[in-house]
C-alpha cells in the first residue's frame, strides 16, 4: 500500500467514528424545550451567541449536584470514579439509562469499580436527560468546563414534568 493510501485509510478510520459521533449529537427537531436526534434521543442545543438549552443548564446543575462528588467537576473524573464527558459520547442513550438507574459492578484482574443505582432518588431519575446532554454537551466540547453563562427560559411542559416527577 503506497503512503497516500495508507494516509487516506488513517484519515477514513479517525474521521468515521467522529462522523458517527456527530450524527448522534445532532440536533433534528425540538419538541416544547428540548432537543432530539433523529433517533428521538435528547441532545443539546447551543446557540450562536452561547446561550444553552434549559435541559443543558439543568443538566449542569443536577450532575454537580448528585455526580460530581464521585466523577469529579465537569465529568472530569476524579481517583475515586472516572471521567464521564468522553464516555458520555461514546456510551449509548440506553445504557446510560440502565448502568445510572441500576448501577453497575466491574471486578476483575484491571479493574475494580462499583456504581451505585440511583433508580429511587429522584433527584437523579426526575432529571436523568438533562444529566445525559449537559455530559454530551461538555464532553463534546460544545460547552466549556463550568456554569453555562446563558440559559434558554424553561418550559411550561418542563416545569409541569418536573413537579409532576418530584411530587
Known amino acids: 500500500m503506497n503512503h497516500s493510501v495508507r494516509l487516506l485509510a488513517s484519515i477514513l478510520a479517525y474521521c468515521l467514528p467522529v462522523a458517527a459521533i456527530a450524527d448522534n449529537l445532532a440536533v433534528a427537531y425540538s419538541e416544547d424545550g428540548r432537543y432530539y436526534t433523529e433517533d428521538d ?39 475515586y470514579a472516572p471521567a464521564l464527558k468522553e464516555s458520555a459520547l461514546e456510551m449509548d442513550y440506553y445504557d446510560f439509562v440502565d448502568v445510572v438507574t441500576n448501577g453497575r459492578q466491574v471486578v476483575n484482574a484491571a479493574e475494580n469499580s462499583v456504581m451505585p443505582g440511583f433508580g429511587d432518588n ?37 416545569r409541569e414534568d418536573e413537579d409532576a416527577c418530584m411530587g
Do not use: Q
Open 41 to 79: 434521543i435528547p441532545t443539546f442545543n447551543v446557540a450562536e451567541d452561547g446561550t444553552v438549552d434549559w435541559m443543558t443548564f439543568s443538566g449542569f446543575r443536577r450532575y454537580h449536584a448528585e455526580c460530581h462528588v464521585c466523577h469529579g467537576p465537569d465529568g472530569e473524573g476524579s481517583t
Open 122 to 158: 429522584p433527584n437523579v431519575m426526575c432529571f436523568l436527560d438533562d444529566i445525559y446532554v449537559y455530559l454530551k454537551a461538555h464532553g463534546s466540547g460544545a460547552i466549556p468546563r463550568g456554569r453555562p453563562p446563558k440559559k434558554e427560559a424553561k418550559s411550561d411542559v418542563i
